[in-house]
């Protein structure tokens, strides 16, 4: 019975998802900080990855809708919906995580980094822990030369799952700011340039999530826009 009810709920995630996600997404008002960061990132036409926690997801799904970007997401019944969700809203997806079909999903990822496609992961999923960083990213920074965009994301108003990631899902009506790190870059030729990149990425992440709060609670005044960089 169990498992009938799974198949149910998911099968209709699956048909509905999307239509509500676009439904909320319309009443939300978004507010950009620091684009400037993501303009010098792509000085001379270069794409990006974007690097953002995967409890913040479903925001960026909406704000970066019909773009194209290839985002990698996972092969768990999880992954298949946001997958499902993700592809009716114009993402590219590549299938894949650290347990299940990772190796394919970096190189697909890195073809497409060196076709001048822009890309998204997060660094964090599928499984956590919350603020954790995976090697792929790095990996993907230093196979196709691409800078990494960290990306921070809150609401005014929202509501927070118990899942380990605190799934954020924004409340009708809720501002919802973005906010971008300074671009960080592969340096050195050898794996030994992988924990520095790693650590730093885990920081700016973090900082950046600081900062999209501290927005988002009118502790610090910004310049900002209204659409995604």
């Known amino acids: 019975m169990k498992g009938s009810v799974q198949r149910l709920l998911t099968s209709l995630a699956l048909r509905v998802g999307h239509v509500l996600l676009l439904g909320l997404g319309r009443t939300w008002r978004f507010r950009v900080a620091d684009t400037d960061r993501v303009a ?65 999903a970096v190189l697909e990822m890195t073809r497409m980094g060196r076709r001048g496609e822009d890309l998204a992961i997060t660094p964090d999923g599928p499984r956590g822990p919350l603020g954790s960083v995976a090697p792929g990213v790095g990996l993907l920074a230093r196979r196709t030369g691409l800078p990494i965009v960290p990306i921070g994301v809150a609401a005014t108003r929202g509501w927070r799952a118990r899942s380990w ?49 501290s927005f988002a609670t009118g502790e610090s005044p910004a310049t900002w826009e209204r659409r995604p960089a």
């Open 40 to 104: 010098s990132a792509r000085a001379g036409g270069a794409a990006v990855i974007y690097a953002f926690s995967h409890g913040v997801l479903l925001p960026l799904a909406y704000g970066y809708r019909g773009r194209g970007v290839h985002t990698l997401v996972s092969r768990s019944r999880d992954g298949e919906i946001i997958a499902t969700i993700l592809a009716r809203l114009g993402f590219r997806l590549v299938r894949g995580s650290s347990s299940r079909g990772g190796a394919r």
């Open 165 to 213: 990631d605190r799934f954020l899902v924004p409340k009708p009506g809720a501002r919802v700011w973005i906010t971008y790190g300074a671009p960080i870059r592969w340096q050195g030729d050898d794996d030994s340039s992988e924990e520095p990149i790693l650590r730093e990425i885990g920081e700016a992440l973090a900082a950046a999530e600081r900062r999209a709060q």
